[in-house]
């Protein structure tokens, strides 16, 4: 029985879209609960912090899924 050998470049790319999901709906969670306490406020200064964050590092797996994806299909 053979396994799937998937590339170094697949892995890290997986890897980075897993913690990078991950991310984002634990700070949904902390969105919904601080609505729920009314700590808005907070939430909106950090949101302007850690969202530009977040626009970055999606732009950077974009362009790593899209260099994965390519070199997936020329192997």
């Known amino acids: 029985m053979t396994k799937n050998h998937y590339s170094r470049l697949f892995k890290l790319t997986t ?3 897993k913690y990078f999901l991950l991310s ?3 700070f949904a969670i902390a969105y919904i609960v601080s609505i729920s306490f009314g700590a ?3 939430f909106a200064v950090l949101l302007s ?3 530009h964050w977040f626009y ?3 732009v ?3 362009c790593l899924i899209t260099i994965t994806i390519i ?3 020329l192997r």
């Open 24 to 26: 984002l709906f634990w």
């Open 56 to 58: 970055k590092l999606g």
């Open 49 to 51: 912090f850690v969202g």
């Open 71 to 73: 070199l997936e299909s």
């Open 60 to 62: 950077i797996l974009l």
């Open 15 to 17: 890897k980075f879209l």
């Open 40 to 42: 808005l406020n907070v």
